[in-house]
């Protein structure tokens, strides 16, 4: 997939974080498994979610990331330094 066609298929959301691009991923069109940055879980292959990646980067899509779709709308709720103290603990 080229960056064209990628930028073409998005929609770019601002945040107080600065403007992304956010792209749809249809489940039938996942392939691989993803790490989502909003819940540190993997994205199995065949489930629908979101690629995002910094609009003001358009020429360098290697900053994307692929979130959980419900993830990337709640990140404004997971403010820095207050994520880990309620996290679960964590294994491995
Ligand atoms: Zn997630």
Do not use: F
């Not at 930028?7 to 489940?27: A, C, F, K, T, Y």
């Not at 993803?34 to 020429?59: F, K, L, S």
């Amino acid at each position: 997939m080229d960056d064209e066609s990628l930028r073409r298929g998005g929609s770019i959301e601002g945040d107080r974080h600065g403007d992304w691009m956010v792209r749809l991923i249809p489940g039938g069109a996942s392939a691989k498994v993803y790490r989502c940055p909003g819940c540190d879980q993997e994205i199995q292959p065949g489930t629908a979610h979101v690629v995002v990646w910094p609009a003001d980067e358009r020429g360098d899509l290697t900053d994307r990331r692929h979130w959980h779709s419900g993830c990337w709308r709640a990140r404004d709720r997971r403010a820095p330094g207050v994520i880990r103290s309620r996290n679960a603990p964590r294994y491995g």
